[in-house]
């Protein structure tokens, strides 16, 4: 079982910047491929980015390509997202989640899910 916090999320000018981090509790952190996704209001979860168990690879959604960055640091049990030149619509609710396995986009594929943490970027 492991437990998922996130942190970071705030309000951000377009064109600022947000870390978010995501704490997790339990064992065996470094075997969990780790998730980025996004909801915002009226519109269905959507994958951000992901990362491999040892952090060698990283998946990012088209839309935030080049912009945003997922790293992980096994040692403290957490997963980063670094978010710059944001935009209005990357305003969502961010959430982390784990998986045991393989990369993948599809949210039901993810096992563990934090509460999520509001983005807002104004304009």
């Known amino acids: 079982q492991v437990q998922l916090v996130e942190s970071g999320g705030g309000l951000v000018q377009a064109g600022g910047s947000l870390r978010l981090s995501c704490a997790a509790s339990?064992?065996?952190?470094?075997?969990?491929?780790m998730g980025w996704f996004r909801q915002a209001p009226g519109k269905e979860r959507e994958f951000v980015a992901a990362i491999r168990r040892s952090g060698d690879s990283t998946y990012y959604a088209d839309t935030v390509q080049g912009r945003f960055t997922i790293s992980r640091d096994n040692a403290k049990n957490t997963v980063f997202l670094q978010m710059n030149s944001l935009k209005p619509e990357d305003t969502a609710v961010y959430y982390c989640?784990?998986?045991?396995?393989?990369?993948?986009?599809?949210?039901?594929?993810?096992?563990?899910w934090g509460q999520g943490t509001q983005v807002t970027v104004s304009s």
């Open positions: 989640a784990g998986k045991y396995g393989y990369y993948s986009d599809y949210d039901k594929q993810y096992t563990y």
């Open positions: 339990g064992r065996a952190f470094g075997a969990y491929t």
